[in-house]
């Protein structure tokens, strides 16, 4: 995915080269809305997210003394 989101962003590149800066920029901004997009799945996946203990919360249950 990321190698998606340089392309485009070469793209981008090439283009305002070509003097086209309308196109280059909407390249441009495509390409940040993938990097985003890419940024925000690492981190939310469950499977391939970021795992960061000190930031990670788990309610546990309480056990109350003379219960049975």
Same mark, same amino acid.
């Given at each position: 995915m990321m190698t998606i989101a340089f392309a485009v962003l070469l793209a981008a590149f090439v283009l305002r080269l070509l003097n086209l800066p309308?196109?280059?920029?909407?390249? %441009? &901004? !495509?390409?940040s809305i993938m990097?985003?997009? %890419? &940024? !925000?799945?690492?981190?939310?996946?469950?499977?391939y997210g970021f795992r960061?203990?000190?930031?990670?919360v788990e309610l546990r249950h309480a056990v109350t003394s003379g219960s049975t």
């Open positions: 309308r196109s280059a920029m909407v390249c %441009l &901004f !495509l390409s990097a985003i997009g %890419l &940024f !925000l799945w690492e981190i939310y996946s469950p499977d960061m203990p000190w930031l990670q």
